[in-house]
């Protein structure tokens, strides 16, 4: 849950970021707030955790956010690496995510923080085999709308990562694993590579009509086949269809599938057909 006071712990001294248990207590620490720059105090006593705050009247608002975005700015240069969430593309528009491939850990060759790009400045800029990812860090509310749609218009891929109900006084360890290690908390915002694919595969997608034979509903002409009958191919939508790898959806009317004319566009690109769905 967040913490109802706003505090947090990490603080500007000489320039360097540092946590709130590296300095001294009270104003001898030496620190300013990494947004507005003014003096803060280390508040190290028994009740409450540790953490920096402001002298009465001046707290700014927003050092929380900054130290955040410079604390993911910092551990991304240091680590040069981050480790990526699953990718998902959706083949029918209300049909539930497929999955392209699972959480991958990326080699960073340059990490910048705040950096106008186009019409927008990304919290972190982040390049990897040359091209630009951006990272995108929610402490108190999560990327605009306006903001996600201007990334996709520019074609970069971008993640968030939300750490908007993460206690304002976790641990500077524990808010670097989040951002370099973790996935849970961490969603993409466009995915580039997949969104041209989503594109071309959703054309790709056949209805296969459904027919009733006695308690059983079958897909006719199914394309693997999984069963036959009389060299009619088909597949029981009860027991065949739910673990396919091919499965896109289904309603009153029509399975979905992706198995006859998705197959092709993903050779062609040299990937294997080793999705699976994922329950929405």
Not at 15 to 43: F, K, Q
Not at 123 to 141: M, N, P, Q, S, W
Not at 177 to 195: E, Q, R, Y
Not at 245 to 256: A, G, L, P, R, T
Request: net charge neutral; charged share 25%.
């Amino acid at each position: 849950m967040k913490s109802a006071a706003p505090m947090f712990v990490l603080g500007l001294r000489d320039g360097i970021l540092v946590g709130i248990d590296d300095v001294e207590n009270g104003l001898s620490c030496g620190c300013v707030c990494p947004g507005c720059h003014s003096p803060l105090i280390a508040r190290k006593g028994g009740r409450r955790a540790h953490h920096f705050a402001h002298k009465p009247g001046e707290d700014c608002g927003g050092g929380v956010e900054t130290s955040i975005h410079m604390l993911a700015k910092d551990v991304l240069a240091k680590s040069r690496k981050i480790m990526l969430p699953s990718v998902t593309i959706s083949l029918r528009e209300g049909g539930g995510p497929w999955r392209v491939h699972g959480p991958q850990l990326v080699e960073l060759d340059d990490v910048v923080l705040e950096r106008r790009t186009g019409h927008i400045i990304p919290d972190v800029v982040c390049v990897a085999d040359g091209r630009e990812l951006f990272v995108e860090i929610a402490v108190t509310h999560p990327v605009e709308a306006a903001k996600v749609s201007t990334i996709r218009e520019m074609g970069v891929s971008a993640i968030e990562v939300n750490l908007s109900n993460e206690d304002r006084a976790s641990s500077k360890q524990h808010i670097e694993a989040i951002i370099v290690n973790g996935t849970n908390l961490k969603k993409w915002l466009f995915h580039s590579p997949t969104a041209v694919l989503e594109r071309e595969l959703r054309g790709k997608v056949e209805a296969l009509p459904l027919t009733d034979r006695g308690l059983a509903t079958h897909a006719d002409n199914c394309p693997l086949p999984a069963r036959e009958w009389r060299g009619k191919p088909y597949a029981n939508v009860m027991w065949d269809c739910p673990g396919c790898i091919w499965s896109v959806d289904m309603d009153s009317e029509y399975q979905y599938c992706a198995g006859r004319h998705a197959r092709p566009s993903l050779e062609k690109r040299g990937m294997k057909p080793e999705w699976h769905y994922l329950e929405s």
